[in-house]
C-alpha cells in the first residue's frame, strides 16, 4: 500500500491549478495561484483580495452584516469580522498590504422580505466596504445588488473574479 | 423524553466532527483532497431514508456498532468511481476486483472508525463496531435497515455528504441509530429543560408534514391531471449557514412566501426548470406562444406554488386552530442557493440554527418533480409544538361547508 | 345572467374563472387587490364578486369587509387556495357569502354562484 504523509505534491510540471471550494460562512487563501470558487451568492457576498505584488489571493463568502458575541469561532459568517479575518490571514501568508485590491460580488436584494430601511444584501455590501476601508484596501471592480444570484471563482494567477448567475452572461472582474 | 436545541445541536456538530475526521483519514490514506460539505440530523419515516440516492449505484461498506449508542452505518460513493478511489489508495489496485474490494474495505474501515471513535469520545464511553462489510446496491438500498424498525415508523437519521476537491465525486455517510438510545441520549443533553420539546411531538409533526404534502400533491394533481404523489416528509437540524449549503447550483424555478403566525417563517415550492415548464403546459387551456419559460408559464406556476402552499401549511393552521397567513408568492427563478441564502439570512439574524421541514413529491408518469421547504422561525416552531395537541393531529382539513 | 367581479392577483386564476364564468355571466371587471376591488365595486355595484383572500396591497377579507359594510346585500364569495378554519370563520364574520377552496371544478364553482345568485 502507497502511504502519503499528506505532505507531498503529486501535480504534474503542467498541473491544471488546484480548486478551492469555499463554502457559506468560509474562507481560503493561496500563495500558488490555487482557484478558489464560491457557488450560490444570493444576499450573502463574496469579498475577493488579490495582492498584485506577491500574488497572493483570498475569498470570504459572508453571510449577515455584524458579529455578535454569542457566535465566537465563525467570524468568517460576518461581513465585518469575516472581511477583517481574510484580511489578516492573506498578510499572514506573506501578502503586502499596500498592495492588496479588493473586488466584490453578490449581496443582492432579492426575496428580501423585510420591511422599510435596506435589505440584508445591501447592509452586507456596506459593512464589508467599511471594513475594507478601515484597512485601506481599495475596490477595484464590483458586481453587487441586483435580483439574481451569482457564483464566483477567483482565480488566483491573474486576480481575476469570474462571476456565473444563471440566467445572465458570464461577467469577469 | 425530551429534546432542545442544545442537544441537537451537540449531535450535530458531534456527526460533523466525526464526519471531518473520516475525511482527514481518506487524505492522508489516499492523497484525496476532500471537505465535509454539509452535515445534518433528520428524524424521518424509515422507507425515506436514502431517497435522494435514487437512481445511481452505490458501492461502500456497512458496520453496526453497539455501546454507548446502537445502530448501523454505512459510507458509500458512486460505484463508478470504485476504480478512482482505490487507484488513489493503490495504484494498480483495481485490477483485479476482489484486490478493489478490500482497498474499498479498508478504506472504509479507516474512515468509519474516525467517525466513531469521536461520538465515543464525546460521550465518554465505548463504541464497538462489527468489521466492515462491502456493498454494492442501487439507490436507498444502501442505507443499512437500522434497528428494529418498521416502514413508517420514524427514525434519527445523521447524514454527511463529503466532497472530493476537483473531482465530482461525493461520499455519503449515514447513520442510524436505534430510536430509542438516540432519544435517550438527546434527552440526557438537553441544557434549558423549560424550552426542551417532547421529540415525540416532533414524529407528530412530521406526520403533519407528510399530510400537508399529499394535500399539496393532491391539488397539483387536480389542477395538472399529473398523478402526483408525496414522496418524502422529514424535519432537520443544521447551523443557520447551512441551511443554503442543502441547495446546490442547479437552477429552480418556483414560489416564495413569507407566512406569518404560530410559527411564521419562509416556505418555497421548487421545480427543476423541466419539471415547471411540465407542469404549467399541463395547467394552460392553450399551446404557449414560444418554447422555454414564458411570462404564462410563470403565470402559472406562480398560481400552483400559491395552492401547494396553502394545501401545505392548512393543516398546521387547523390543527393548531389558529390562522396562519402568507404572503402573495413571488415567483424566484435561480440557483437553487442564492434563493434560499436571503431567507436564511433573514432568519439568521435572531437564531443560529434552524429546523428545515422538507417534501419532496415526484411522479413515474412523466419527468416531473418538486420540492416544498418550509423554514420556520425556531423559537415559534418551538411554541408551536408546545400549543401541538398530540389528539388533534389528524384535524388538517377544515370543512367550509360547515362554517358557511 | 349575472354581472360578477373578479378579484384575484394571479392572471393565471383570472383567465381561469373567466372562462368558466364568462358562458353563463357577465364579467364587469377583473382587479388584482382587495384596494382596485372596493374601487370597482363601487363603480359597478355587481350582482357578485369572487374574491381571492392573499392578495397584495389589501387582502380579500379585508376589501369584503368594506364592501359589505357600505353594501349589506353585495354578495361576495371567496374563491381561495386557503383551507383554514380560522380564516373561513373570519370571512364569516366579514360577510362573505360563500367560500371555494383553490383548485376547484367547474361544476362547484357553478354551485356556489347558483347558491348566491340564483338564476
Request: hydrophobic share 40%; charged share 25%.
Amino acid at each position: 500500500m502507497k502511504v502519503y504523509d499528506g505532505s507531498q505534491s503529486d501535480d504534474g510540471p503542467e498541473a491544471e491549478p488546484e480548486r478551492v471550494k469555499v463554502g457559506i460562512a468560509e474562507y481560503e487563501v493561496t500563495a500558488d495561484d490555487a482557484e478558489l470558487t464560491t457557488s450560490g451568492l444570493g444576499s450573502c457576498v463574496g469579498v475577493a483580495l488579490y495582492d498584485t505584488e506577491t500574488g497572493a489571493a483570498g475569498l470570504v463568502h459572508v453571510m449577515l452584516p455584524v458579529a455578535e458575541e454569542m457566535d465566537e469561532g465563525k467570524a468568517a459568517k460576518f461581513a465585518d469580522s469575516g472581511t477583517q479575518l481574510l484580511i489578516d490571514e492573506l498578510h499572514a501568508i506573506g501578502a503586502n498590504p499596500r498592495t492588496v485590491q479588493a473586488k466584490i460580488a453578490g449581496g443582492s436584494d432579492m426575496l428580501d422580505f423585510s420591511e422599510g430601511g435596506s435589505g440584508i444584501g445591501d447592509r452586507n455590501v456596506e459593512q464589508v466596504r467599511a471594513t475594507l476601508a478601515e484597512n485601506d484596501i481599495p475596490i477595484v471592480d464590483e458586481d453587487v445588488g441586483g435580483d439574481h444570484g451569482r457564483s464566483l471563482r477567483l482565480e488566483a494567477a491573474s486576480g481575476d473574479l469570474v462571476v456565473k448567475s444563471a440566467n445572465r452572461e458570464k461577467r469577469t472582474l | 423524553m425530551k429534546v432542545d436545541v442544545q442537544s441537537l445541536d451537540t449531535f450535530n456538530q458531534l456527526a460533523h466532527e466525526g464526519a471531518e475526521a473520516a475525511t482527514r483519514s481518506l487524505t492522508q490514506m489516499t492523497g484525496i483532497e476532500a471537505t465535509v460539505d454539509v452535515t445534518r440530523i433528520s428524524l424521518l419515516d424509515r422507507e425515506d431514508v436514502g431517497e435522494e440516492l435514487r437512481g445511481t449505484a452505490f458501492a461502500g461498506v456497512q458496520f453496526g456498532f453497539e455501546g454507548a449508542l446502537a445502530g448501523e452505518t454505512v459510507l458509500v460513493f458512486e460505484e463508478k468511481r470504485v476504480g478512482d478511489i482505490v487507484e488513489a489508495l493503490m495504484p494498480g489496485g483495481c485490477a483485479d476486483e476482489s484486490m478493489a474490494q478490500s482497498g474499498v474495505e479498508e478504506i472504509g474501515n479507516i474512515m468509519m472508525s474516525g467517525f466513531i471513535d469521536g461520538w465515543a469520545e464525546h460521550l465518554n464511553a465505548t463504541i464497538d463496531h462489527t468489521p466492515p462489510t462491502y456493498i454494492e446496491r442501487e439507490g436507498a438500498a444502501v442505507v443499512p435497515d437500522g434497528p428494529e424498525t418498521g416502514a413508517r415508523d420514524q427514525v434519527f437519521v445523521f447524514r454527511s455528504e463529503i466532497e472530493w476537491a476537483g473531482e465530482d465525486v461525493n461520499f455519503y455517510i449515514y447513520m442510524l441509530p436505534g430510536y430509542g438510545s438516540m432519544a435517550e441520549l438527546l434527552a440526557e443533553h438537553v441544557d434549558t429543560a423549560g424550552d426542551a420539546i417532547p421529540i415525540e411531538k416532533l414524529a407528530v409533526f412530521n406526520q403533519m408534514t407528510r399530510e400537508g404534502a399529499a394535500k399539496a400533491a393532491e391539488n397539483v394533481q387536480m389542477m395538472s391531471g399529473i398523478e402526483t404523489e408525496a414522496e418524502v416528509a422529514q424535519l432537520s437540524f443544521v447551523p443557520i449557514e447551512d441551511v443554503p449549503r442543502q441547495f446546490g447550483e442547479d437552477t429552480y424555478v418556483g414560489t416564495v412566501v413569507e407566512f406569518t403566525g404560530t410559527p411564521s417563517g419562509f416556505l418555497l415550492v421548487l421545480f427543476d426548470e423541466a419539471s415547471a415548464v411540465t407542469v404549467a403546459e399541463a395547467l394552460l387551456p392553450v399551446e404557449p406562444d414560444s418554447d422555454g419559460l414564458t411570462e404564462q408559464h410563470e403565470s402559472a406556476v406562480t398560481e400552483l406554488g400559491n395552492i401547494m402552499t396553502s394545501g401545505f401549511v392548512d393543516g398546521w393552521a387547523n390543527v393548531l386552530q389558529q390562522s396562519v397567513d402568507h404572503t402573495p408568492p413571488r415567483l424566484v427563478h435561480d440557483m437553487g442557493q442564492a434563493i434560499i441564502d436571503p431567507l436564511a439570512a433573514q432568519l439568521g439574524r435572531h437564531q443560529r440554527h434552524a429546523f428545515i421541514i422538507d417534501a419532496r413529491m415526484q411522479t413515474d408518469e412523466v419527468d416531473f418533480e418538486s420540492e416544498i421547504h418550509a423554514l420556520p422561525n425556531e423559537q415559534e416552531l418551538r411554541a408551536a409544538l408546545d400549543e401541538l395537541v398530540v389528539d388533534r393531529a389528524d384535524q388538517l382539513e377544515a370543512d367550509a361547508e360547515q362554517i358557511f | 345572467m349575472a354581472e360578477v367581479l373578479i378579484a384575484d392577483d394571479s392572471e393565471f386564476m383570472r383567465n381561469l374563472l373567466r372562462e368558466i364564468l364568462e358562458e353563463d355571466h357577465t364579467i364587469v371587471g377583473e382587479v388584482e387587490n382587495g384596494v382596485e376591488a372596493v374601487e370597482v365595486f363601487t363603480e359597478e355595484h355587481p350582482d357578485l364578486v369572487m374574491m381571492d383572500i392573499v392578495m397584495p396591497i389589501r387582502d380579500g377579507i379585508e376589501a369584503t369587509d368594506e364592501i359589505k359594510d357600505t353594501s349589506p346585500d353585495a354578495n361576495v364569495v371567496m374563491c381561495t387556495s386557503v383551507g383554514q378554519e380560522e380564516k373561513m370563520k373570519e370571512a364569516v364574520k366579514a360577510g362573505a357569502d360563500g367560500y371555494i377552496t383553490k383548485p376547484f371544478q367547474k361544476p362547484s364553482v357553478m354551485e356556489a354562484i347558483q347558491d348566491v345568485v340564483p338564476s
